[in-house]
């Protein structure tokens, strides 16, 4: 029974984050002193942060974006894709940053 609490952990931590409305409105608000920054934004297509229109307030919140959504991943695309992930940054990184 304990290993399936250890396993759950993160999915609740997740879950209970995704709920508090007051921290990620908090969170967006202090993102808004980084705006002029290039970002890679890198979601997983069944990332639950999606359909709570994350990726839409970010994509809005940073106009130097690149707007990654891997296929099949959850809320951490590197662990079900990291040399995707790892390919998308390395990218990102020669097309945005060392230019």
């Known amino acids: 029974m304990a290993d399936r609490a250890v396993r759950r952990y993160p ?7 995704a709920r ?3 921290y990620l409105v908090d969170l967006e ?8 920054m290039p970002a890679l934004l ?9 359909k709570l229109g994350w990726l839409d307030r970010l994509e ?4 130097r974006h690149r707007s ?3 296929p099949g991943c959850h809320h ?7 040399v995707g992930v790892a390919t998308a940054i390395r ?8 230019l």
Request: hydrophobic fraction near 35%.
């Open 11 to 17: 999915h609740d931590l997740f879950r209970s984050t």
């Open 60 to 63: 809005q919140l940073f106009p």
């Open 91 to 98: 990218r990102w990184w020669d097309e945005e940053i060392e």
């Open 29 to 36: 608000q202090r993102l808004r002193s980084l705006t002029e």
């Open 76 to 82: 951490f695309p590197q662990e079900y894709d990291p």
């Open 42 to 50: 890198i979601f997983g297509d069944q990332d639950g942060l999606i």
């Open 68 to 70: 990654i959504v891997m």
């Open 20 to 22: 508090s409305h007051d």
